[in-house]
Every structure is written in structure tokens, then in C-alpha cells.
């Protein structure tokens, strides 16, 4: 009898794998956005231009001036899944002239670079970096994840960026719809400013702070800002208790949480009044589509 060892260490990958593995953000438009915005966040980007088409099938982009990639740290980013960012980049934001700010990255496993599957199938990425500027070409068939690359050239050493793009097949959206969105879900910070068809968008702003709360929990402090929203309640979905962490929103606004119901919200107090919870020391507490917490024992006590 001859013993024979074979090695079978060999992936495919199911028709369904890329839809299980990245959840919302290939289903929704909503996440998707907000990743590609958070990812040029985390990029250390001043700027971000997001160009939406009248029309289906026209071309959105997605363009920042942040650090950009080079050959291999793109193939390092987008070929390992569950990419671990704090791990392999840190937990601050590189700006690109080198200086290392307090700006918090919202990335953790790199599930937000396969946002662009929500749009399309068939995705481009140019990014320059160290003079030298590459375009791939990522596209996804019947579970399939191939990346090819297209170009390759060189540019000042000194320029940066990143610049995404696809032919928008799959859950259009409107100039209009996105400026509402990204602006209700980011804080406005002097340090990134993002434009949507060149139109910069502001923070859906809260007026009329009436106090602020401060709270002692078992694991630090939390900030909560108490707002009368009567005057722009009619034309925003501001009511609730809104969760705060690094600047971004998490989930929507709302009264209710879990089990828990704060008020009814067809009360005139319920229309009228917004609690926003700054609470950046949950920010490893936080699900990866940023969509609510993991119950933890920190978000429960904090929560409590």
C-alpha cells in the first residue's frame, strides 16, 4: 500500500459568497455610499467629489485627493478578505504630506471596498501614489472576484488620490437624495469637505441647542446635545435619539432601541425634540455596516 500526500488546499468561492460576505453594503445604496465616503476619510482626504448621472447606465465617480495606493498596497487591500486596517495602517488617519492627525479611521475589516458592487458589476480604480499611478479593473461574475490590471504610468511624486468609477446599472440614485443622505449621516469637519457634482454638501444642521448633558458611565464620559427641531422637524427625519461616534451617525434616528421605547413618536414632543449621544468611546462596539451596536457589556452600561 503507497501512501500518498496530496495537497488539496484550493477555494472557489459559491455564487452567493461576495452578497453573504458584504451584507448591506452591496445590497443598499445608502451604505454604499457611506463606506465610499468613510473610505477616503480614512484615506486622510481633504476633498471628496462624488459625480452622480442624470440618467442609468451614466457614470458615477468617486474622487479624493487622499493618500492613494501603490501597486501593492492596492493588491494588499483588495485581495485579502477581511482586511484588518488598524492591524496594517494604524488607528489614525495618514494624511498625505506625512502628518499624523487625530482623526479616527471608521474602517476595520475592508468590507467597505466592495461598495461599488452595489452600482455595478464591473468597477475601475485609479490611484496614484510614491509617482506612480495605476488603474485596475475589479469585477465580480457568479461569485468570481478577479482584478485586472489595466494601466500603469507615473505622476509627481508629490500628487495623491484616488479616483473610483463604474457605469451605473444597479439602484440608481439622485444628485438630490445623495447631498440629503451624506449630509444627515457626517458632521461637518473644516478638514473634509465633500461635493456632490461639484456642490458641496453641509451637515443637515441642528438648531436651537438647548442644553448639554453631561454623563458619567462606568466606562468614561458621554456628551448628549438636546435639540427643539420644531422649526425643520416637517422636512427631516431628525426626531429620535441620534448615536454619534468620530463624527459619523450611527443608524438613523430614532425613539425606540432594542426593547425599548423612549416615546411615541406621533407626539408632539417626539417631533419636536432630537437627543444627539456623542459617544466616540464605543467606537469599537459598533456593528461593520454601522448600522447599530453590538450589545457588549460597554454599550449596555453605557446605554443603561
Same mark, same amino acid.
Given at each position: 500500500?503507497?501512501?500518498?500526500?496530496?495537497?488539496?488546499?484550493?477555494?472557489?468561492?459559491?455564487?452567493?459568497?461576495?452578497?453573504?460576505?458584504?451584507?448591506?453594503?452591496?445590497?443598499?445604496?445608502?451604505?454604499?455610499?457611506?463606506?465610499?465616503?468613510?473610505?477616503?476619510?480614512?484615506?486622510?482626504?481633504?476633498?471628496?467629489?462624488?459625480?452622480?448621472?442624470?440618467?442609468?447606465?451614466?457614470?458615477?465617480?468617486?474622487?479624493?485627493?487622499?493618500?492613494?495606493?501603490?501597486?501593492?498596497?492596492?493588491?494588499?487591500?483588495?485581495?485579502?478578505? %477581511?482586511?484588518?486596517?488598524?492591524? !496594517?495602517?494604524? /488607528?489614525? $488617519? #495618514?494624511?498625505?504630506? =506625512?502628518?499624523?492627525?487625530?482623526?479616527? &479611521?471608521?474602517?476595520?475589516?475592508?468590507?467597505?471596498?466592495?461598495?461599488?458592487?452595489?452600482?455595478?458589476?464591473?468597477?475601475?480604480?485609479?490611484?496614484?501614489?510614491?509617482?506612480?499611478?495605476?488603474?485596475?479593473?475589479?469585477?465580480?461574475?457568479?461569485?468570481?472576484?478577479?482584478?485586472?490590471?489595466?494601466?500603469?504610468?507615473?505622476?509627481?511624486?508629490?500628487?495623491?488620490?484616488?479616483?473610483?468609477?463604474? %457605469?451605473?446599472?444597479?439602484?440608481? !440614485?439622485?444628485? /438630490?437624495? $445623495? #447631498?440629503?443622505?451624506? =449630509?444627515?449621516?457626517?458632521?461637518?469637519? &473644516?478638514?473634509?469637505?465633500?461635493?456632490?457634482?461639484?456642490?458641496?454638501?453641509?451637515?443637515?444642521?441642528?438648531?436651537?441647542?438647548?442644553?448639554?448633558?453631561?454623563?458619567?458611565?462606568?466606562?468614561?464620559?458621554?456628551?448628549?446635545?438636546?435639540?427643539?427641531?420644531?422649526?425643520?422637524?416637517?422636512?427631516?427625519?431628525?426626531?429620535?435619539?441620534?448615536?454619534?461616534?468620530?463624527?459619523?451617525?450611527?443608524? %438613523?434616528?430614532?425613539?425606540?432601541?432594542?426593547?425599548?421605547?423612549?416615546?411615541?413618536?406621533?407626539?408632539?414632543?417626539?417631533?419636536?425634540?432630537?437627543?444627539?449621544?456623542?459617544?466616540?468611546?464605543?467606537?469599537?462596539?459598533?456593528?461593520?455596516?454601522?448600522?447599530?451596536?453590538?450589545?457588549?457589556?460597554?454599550?449596555?452600561?453605557?446605554?443603561?
Amino acid at each position: 500500500m503507497v501512501r500518498v500526500q496530496k495537497d488539496l488546499t484550493s477555494f472557489t468561492f459559491g455564487d452567493n459568497f461576495l452578497k453573504d460576505h458584504a451584507g448591506r453594503i452591496i445590497r443598499d445604496p445608502d451604505f454604499a455610499l457611506q463606506e465610499i465616503v468613510a473610505n477616503s476619510w480614512d484615506a486622510g482626504a481633504t476633498r471628496i467629489n462624488i459625480v452622480i448621472p442624470k440618467e442609468i447606465k451614466g457614470v458615477i465617480s468617486f474622487e479624493d485627493n487622499g493618500v492613494g495606493m501603490t501597486e501593492s498596497q492596492f493588491k494588499e487591500r483588495w485581495n485579502t478578505f %477581511n482586511y484588518n486596517r488598524s492591524k !496594517i495602517q494604524g /488607528k489614525i $488617519v #495618514m494624511f498625505p504630506d =506625512g502628518i499624523i492627525s487625530n482623526r479616527k &479611521p471608521y474602517g476595520r475589516n475592508g468590507k467597505g471596498r466592495h461598495s461599488m458592487f452595489c452600482f455595478a458589476d464591473n468597477y475601475f480604480v485609479e490611484t496614484w501614489r510614491e509617482g506612480e499611478k495605476n488603474v485596475f479593473n475589479v469585477k465580480t461574475s457568479k461569485g468570481v472576484f478577479k482584478i485586472l490590471l489595466k494601466d500603469k504610468s507615473t505622476v509627481e511624486p508629490g500628487l495623491s488620490g484616488t479616483k473610483i468609477w463604474a %457605469n451605473l446599472i444597479k439602484h440608481f !440614485i439622485s444628485e /438630490k437624495y $445623495v #447631498m440629503e443622505l451624506i =449630509g444627515s449621516k457626517f458632521v461637518a469637519d &473644516p478638514s473634509f469637505e465633500i461635493f456632490v457634482n461639484n456642490k458641496k454638501v453641509t451637515s443637515s444642521i441642528l438648531e436651537d441647542l438647548m442644553k448639554t448633558l453631561q454623563v458619567q458611565s462606568k466606562y468614561g464620559n458621554v456628551e448628549i446635545d438636546l435639540y427643539d427641531t420644531q422649526s425643520i422637524s416637517r422636512t427631516t427625519q431628525w426626531s429620535g435619539i441620534v448615536w454619534r461616534v468620530n463624527k459619523r451617525m450611527v443608524g %438613523n434616528p430614532s425613539w425606540k432601541m432594542s426593547k425599548t421605547s423612549f416615546l411615541d413618536g406621533r407626539k408632539k414632543e417626539a417631533r419636536q425634540y432630537t437627543f444627539v449621544v456623542k459617544a466616540d468611546l464605543l467606537e469599537d462596539d459598533i456593528k461593520p455596516d454601522w448600522n447599530g451596536f453590538r450589545k457588549t457589556k460597554q454599550f449596555i452600561s453605557v446605554f443603561e
